[in-house]
T-cell receptor, first 112, second 114 residues
């Protein structure tokens, strides 16, 4: 069990650029979640996959955000035309169910 | 939609003292409730969860929480704080068995003084 891996750990970008984050869940976990966390706040739900199917998307996820999980393995979260308000920690978690989510260490995005 | 409110963004206790972190929930259906802990530079880890079996739930590292429906609360306690307990603690609620609707509180930062 190598845990949930997220890359990169940090990303600095200029406003208007596109960025992509990767999440490698624990291999046998069929559920995968993306959350966003800003300073002083708890994780905010963005989207959820069960295997390769994206079953739920938060209203927070504007059309600039897209997430994929091809073949039900790793997942990517892309943000197009980044804005300063997108600066946050992006967290990925995976699970077999039962409420026990395993979180990665996150990707810290800074939009200048 | 379900939600949780954590009372107190910062709690400071002395080593050996009681730890009490407060969480109140709102849900139109019977909830599943969770406490997660986040140590510096680490991902969130599950401390304990309530899934309607027993109202007093024991977790890792000596923590426990009691589900009180009448008070819509799920407070986290530990009888004696240790320096290693210093971390951020998050209460979370879910209403679905698959927990894909898990929502987190804003967190409480626990400081333990020697």
């Amino acid at each position: 069990d190598t845990g949930v891996s997220q890359n990169p750990r940090h990303k600095i970008t200029k406003r208007g650029q596109n960025v992509t984050f990767r999440c490698d869940p624990i291999s046998e976990h069929n559920r995968l979640y993306w959350y966003r966390q800003t300073l002083g706040q708890g994780p905010e739900f963005l989207t959820y996959f069960q295997n390769e199917a994206q079953l739920e998307k938060s209203r927070l996820l504007s059309d600039r955000f897209s997430a994929e999980r091809p073949k039900g393995s790793f997942s990517t979260l892309e943000i197009q035309r980044t804005e300063q308000g997108d600066s946050a920690m992006y967290l990925c978690a995976s699970s077999l169910g039962g409420g026990k989510l395993f979180f990665g260490s996150g990707t810290q995005l800074s939009v200048l | 939609a379900q939600s949780v409110t954590q009372l107190g963004s910062h709690v400071s206790v002395s080593e050996g003292a009681l730890v009490l972190l407060r969480c109140n929930y709102s849900s139109s259906v019977p909830p599943y409730l969770f406490w997660y802990v986040q140590y510096p530079n680490q991902g969130l880890q599950l401390l304990l969860k309530y899934t309607s079996a027993a109202t007093l739930v024991k977790g890792i590292n000596g923590f426990e929480a009691e589900f009180k429906k009448s008070e819509t609360s799920f407070h986290l306690t530990k009888p004696s704080a240790h320096m290693s307990d210093a971390a951020e603690y998050f209460c979370a609620v879910s209403t679905l068995r698959g927990n894909n609707d898990m929502r987190f509180g804003a967190g409480t930062r626990l400081t333990v003084k020697p």
